[in-house]
């Protein structure tokens, strides 16, 4: 799920971002700071979308850096249990594809890619043994979030199931 998220925090200001308007200065900041930074409160921040408020700003001896409090509002995802996306498969591995959502990969375990009893072929191609239904690289599939772990914040895992009614390669579901 998607979401714009008010924040108040301490931004050191850069010494070589002092120049220019202020206001910019603190969005570069905020933007070095957080893009593509992971954090469990905040999942994945895709972008800075304004700086809405600037403290009075001070200097502490021996720092070169400027510090403000600023009240800033961040785009961020923070995949969902039960969430149904839609992504890219973007590689097929003996257990199981990955697939694009977006800004993160997903994975749908071999046992959670269709309700058939699956193959896998060494040209990258799942194949359910009874449907003859296909599951290749560049497929386009909706799956549902069973699984969300922050435990390492630098790789954050989401795990898909493709199981359920509605969900699979969408040339199965509109087929």
């Known amino acids: 799920m998607f979401y714009k998220i008010k924040v108040k925090d ?3 200001l850069s010494p070589e971002l002092f120049e220019g308007d202020l206001n910019d200065s603190i969005k570069e900041q905020l933007e070095r700071n957080y893009i593509d930074k992971t954090t ?3 999942g994945l921040v895709i972008s800075v979308i304004s700086v809405d408020g600037i403290g009075e700003g001070f200097k502490l001896p021996e720092d070169p850096s400027r510090h403000y409090v600023v009240e800033f509002t961040l785009l961020t995802y923070k995949p969902e249990l039960h969430e149904v996306v839609e992504g890219e498969v973007s590689s097929v591995t003996n257990f199981g594809v990955f697939v694009n959502i977006g800004i993160i990969d997903g994975l ?3 046992s959670q890619t269709m309700v058939d009893q699956v193959s896998f072929s060494k040209t990258g191609v799942i194949l359910g043994n009874q449907t003859q239904q296909t599951l290749k690289a560049g497929d386009i599939v909706r799956a549902s979030v069973v699984a969300v772990s922050f435990k390492d914040i ?3 895992k989401i795990g898909l199931t493709m199981r359920q009614p509605g969900l699979g390669a969408l040339n199965w579901i509109e087929g």
């Open 10 to 12: 301490y931004v050191d």
């Open 154 to 156: 630098r790789n954050v």
């Open 108 to 110: 749908v375990h071999l």
């Open 40 to 42: 469990e409160d905040l």
